[in-house]
């Protein structure tokens, strides 16, 4: 397992991460001192979203929809009340 001091690991934080999410873990030491290891999680990636409104007929966009609340809006730009 690759050992890094401090300096080096702060130089090449990104490619460090990048490689220990790889599967290539590494220590960070200080003065030739283990301190931390840093290792992959083995948690699962987050399940893309794409398509979660698949099954649902009943939404609609408005059609006033880009001018929902304008009057509002121009009053709080305008500092009216």
Do not use: Y
Request: with cysteine.
């Amino acid at each position: 397992m690759r050992t890094v001091n401090i300096h080096e690991a702060k130089t090449h934080l990104s490619k460090l991460v990048d490689q220990a999410a790889k599967g290539e873990p590494f220590v960070i030491a200080r003065a030739g001192k283990p301190l931390v290891k840093v290792v992959p999680l083995d948690a699962p990636e987050a399940p893309r979203r794409l398509g979660f409104l698949v099954g649902i007929d009943n939404w609609v966009v408005p059609d006033d929809f880009d001018r929902m609340c304008e009057d509002e809006i121009v009053a709080l730009f305008e500092g009216e009340p």
